[in-house]
């Protein structure tokens, strides 16, 4: 499976950005996908989730404010990020994983997509 991660870039802190993931490979489509991210100096951490089946999974800090949602005729998924903050800032992972359970943990993920970087300013 090859995931392709798009649209991040610099944003005003207050604005929104949406973020797209297109992931090729697998002929059924079934899966989980979801979005990571890694601040400066900092541990990569989970960011949102959604399975298969439609389960879905947010970090706290960003429920509320970050919206994932998949196109699974187009084997794509989507993270709209809304009212962002400064502590947004980071190069944000798209990740894969062939259970249709939804996880949060990276390990859990088999397939990675290269990191597109989101700057909010403030």
Not at 39 to 67: C, H, N
Not at 101 to 116: E, I, K, L, N, V
Request: charged letters at 20%; one cysteine or more; aromatic letters at 10%.
């Amino acid at each position: 499976v090859q995931l392709q991660a798009s649209g991040g870039g610099p944003v005003q802190a207050g604005g929104s950005l949406r973020l797209s993931c297109k992931a090729s490979g697998r002929a059924d489509g079934r899966g989980t996908l979801g979005w990571f991210r890694q601040a400066p100096g900092k541990e990569r951490e989970f960011v949102a989730a959604k399975s298969w089946s439609g389960t879905t999974l947010y970090a706290d800090s960003v429920k509320g404010r970050f919206t994932i949602a998949r196109d699974s005729d187009k084997n794509m998924v989507n993270l709209t990020m809304n009212n962002l903050k400064p502590e947004d800032t980071a190069v944000y992972y798209c990740a894969g994983r062939t259970t249709i359970r939804a996880s949060q943990y990276q390990a859990h993920y088999q397939f990675w997509g290269q990191g597109t970087l989101v700057t909010v300013s403030s």
